[in-house]
């Protein structure tokens, strides 16, 4: 509480009466009388300075009468507006007052010391992005990255720095994602040996089996095996070595399909597809068959990039891969071709889903010339699983315990679905910088690098994230953040989602050209080596063995392609590996017998599967992370095309044996030029 100094006097009445309330007295001190009392003769009389406890005293309430500033003959200066009256003021707002010029002067002065403050406050916005905006283009300190190829880079050497180009754990999860391959290579490539020939003829009748089938076969069918001569079998039998009532004008008599057939078991009793639903003759379907898994494989190729672009690496593999393993399994007990057929589509989609996200993962997980070579080594299995399908298969020849031993194993794999790691490019590209984290120190714990993480690296992270995309709001405000999107508009605005059209940004004027020639170069490439690959049978030959021996061959191919890479250069690589196929091919119209045939198409199977190992790698290269799933998966697509085509590309050799062989060598030039056309990465 303030009090107000006053002159007053107090009188210590140490004889006077109860009643006695003149000046002096207590009650008229404390309640600010100035009554005028004859002091008695015993009443000393001292005056003093009194503090007047009662700030709104009804005295100070009054108004100043004229003539109080004569005082004991003394001329007082008029006084001031009386500021104690005002509920703000205190005892040295009576002295200063409320605003002055002296106060006036200091306040602005210090007014400056908050400049510096400020500056170092709020500098650190235009430090990260431009004034304007609404550009959403990057900032100085992102080093001028204000188109994706220079983003992404710039993300490239920031995760570089926290993650090391190559570690113990980068290593353990590619060796892991690369058995995703394996799994979709078997699913692909076991169709071959679910199909595989045999010799077939028309069914013997159940009273004529003690004929023999040669003589069956020659006096009732025509030489394919797929007419039956129009005979009324049931009168006819057969008795000591000799036909009763057959017709004596049998030559003469008309030909008509064949109700029903048998195959040969020299490769034992087990059946294969061909054989369960008869597909020979008339029922030769095997194409369509086989087109129905490539246009599966060509959509996922196209939608498998946008979903993981859009929810993530990491949760879209393991999605479709426990599609591709149960309905894998369920395909093993299809009644009818219809039903096989259409699992054979989700199939198609689910492999090519998880051949893609799972490359493209482990292209993002590491950094530097690992990427070429983690991302060619990652197609190893490829080769591998097509020597492992060929004994699979030669151990497993009924098609449907087959289609078993390559969907349901694969099911542990979802074992590690809570410990496979998101892509750090796609999280730190859609501003997820509490997930990124956490992976960071994850990495960090099993490489033993936690020590030497900056303390500060979450900023340096926020920093890099894209202007367009909102960071990851903490937990307590995320209910805030729900409500806020609630209560705006319905429609989502790209630019506070950070989500992207990735088809404009592929066809866009910066990207056109290479998704064009994307294009062409993989459907050259699919034509060749899925025209070699799937069907090697055509060529001649047992198809276990040329399966085996393509494969292994292919392996080293693969293995070698590294260092030719490395030493020359990936796009110079990829035009020795689609040049090469292709004059092979050609040269098969130089060989004269089968032998050199399959030779030549081996050795251009081989070069063919270099560059279906290396393309994946040089593809991911072209495009930004925002959109290199959907760029690869644009070359999924020309792929699934191809897929599609090249079954009917083996109808050709109907006109002229080598025309299938001929067509691939002209693609393989073609492809050529394609890549010549390309940009070259590093």
Not at 95 to 109: D, M, N, P
Not at 200 to 223: G, I, K, V, Y
Not at 461 to 489: D, F, I, M, N, Y
Not at 525 to 538: A, C, E, K, Q
Request: hydrophobic fraction near 45%.
């Amino acid at each position: 509480m303030s009090g107000v100094l006053r002159r007053g006097s107090l009188n210590f009445d140490c004889v006077g009466g109860p009643r006695d309330k003149g000046r002096g007295s207590l009650e008229a001190n404390l309640y600010g009388g100035y009554r005028e009392t004859r002091p008695g003769s015993k009443t000393p009389e001292i005056s003093v300075i009194a503090l007047d406890f009662r700030r709104y005293s009804e005295d100070l309430k009054k108004p100043p009468k004229e003539g109080e500033q004569e005082k004991d003959g003394e001329q007082l200066p008029p006084t001031a507006r009386d500021l104690s009256q005002d509920a703000d003021s205190d005892v040295i707002s009576n002295f200063l007052g409320h605003y002055t010029r002296w106060s006036f002067l200091w306040t602005l002065l210090l007014c400056l010391f908050q400049l510096p403050t400020t500056f170092h406050l709020f500098m650190f916005v235009f430090q990260l992005t431009d004034m304007d905006v609404g550009s959403g283009e990057a900032s100085p300190m992102l080093q001028g990255c204000v188109d994706l190829d220079e983003l992404d880079h710039l993300h490239t050497r920031l995760l570089e720095r926290l993650f090391g180009c190559i570690s113990a754990w980068q290593s353990l999860w590619c060796g892991l994602l690369s058995i995703f391959q394996a799994i979709c290579t078997f699913h692909i490539f076991v169709y071959v040996f679910q199909t595989a020939p045999k010799d077939f003829w028309c069914a013997q009748p159940d009273h004529l089996r003690q004929m023999s089938l040669s003589e069956w076969r020659n006096l009732s069918q025509t030489s394919n095996g797929c007419l039956l001569l129009d005979v009324d079998y049931s009168q006819v039998s057969y008795n000591g070595n000799q036909l009763i009532n057959w017709p004596a004008n049998a030559s003469e008599l008309g030909y008509r399909q064949c109700p029903h057939f048998e195959f040969s078991d020299v490769d034992g009793p087990a059946k294969t597809l061909v054989q369960e639903f008869e597909l020979v003759c008339g029922r030769d379907i095997l194409s369509l068959v086989e087109t129905c898994f490539l246009v599966g494989a060509a959509a996922g190729a196209v939608l498998s990039g946008w979903i993981s672009d859009r929810f993530g690496r990491r949760h879209t593999l393991m999605a479709f891969v426990t599609i591709q393993s149960v309905f894998g399994g369920i395909l093993a007990f299809s009644t009818s071709v219809a039903m096989f057929m259409s699992l054979r589509v989700i199939i198609g989609f689910a492999s090519m889903t998880v051949t893609v996200v799972s490359f493209v993962l482990v292209v993002e997980l590491v950094s530097g010339k690992w990427r070429t070579i983690i991302g060619i080594l990652n197609i190893l299995p490829v080769a591998i699983s097509y020597v492992l399908s060929a004994g699979l298969a030669y151990l497993i020849r009924d098609w449907r315990h087959l289609q078993l031993a390559i969907s349901w194993p694969w099911l542990i794999m979802l074992s590690i679905w809570f410990w496979l790691p998101e892509s750090p490019r796609w999280l730190l590209a859609q501003g997820r910088l509490d997930e990124l984290c956490v992976l960071i120190e994850r990495a960090a714990r099993m490489n033993g690098t936690t020590d030497n993480l900056p303390s500060n690296y979450r900023k340096t992270l926020e920093a890099a994230v894209p202007r367009t995309v909102v960071p990851q709001s903490p937990p307590e405000l995320a209910g805030q953040v729900e409500e806020v999107r609630a209560a705006g508009t319905d429609a989502a605005d790209p630019a506070v989602t950070g989500h992207v059209n990735p088809l404009l940004v592929v066809f866009g004027a910066k990207y056109w050209r290479t998704t064009c020639l994307t294009l062409i170069i993989w459907l050259t490439l699919i034509i060749i080596y899925f025209g070699l690959t799937l069907h090697l049978s055509n060529l001649g030959g047992n198809v276990y063995i040329n399966s085996a021996v393509a494969g292994t061959v292919e392996a080293a191919s693969i293995c070698i392609s590294i260092v030719v890479v490395l030493k020359v250069g990936i796009r110079r690589s990829l035009i020795g590996y689609m040049l090469l196929p292709g004059l092979c091919c050609l040269a098969t119209n130089l060989v004269p017998n089968q032998t050199g045939v399959i030779a030549l198409a081996t050795i251009a199977k081989c070069l063919i599967g270099a560059n279906n190992a290396i393309i994946p790698t040089y593809t991911a290269m072209q495009y930004p992370t925002i959109v290199r799933n959907f760029g690869v998966g644009m070359g999924n697509l020309a792929s699934g095309i191809a897929l599609i085509l090249v079954p009917f590309l083996w109808q050709l050799e109907h006109i002229d044996a080598l025309l299938p062989l001929n067509i691939m060598g002209v693609s393989g030039l073609i492809g050529a030029i394609a890549i010549s056309l390309m940009k070259d990465v590093e």
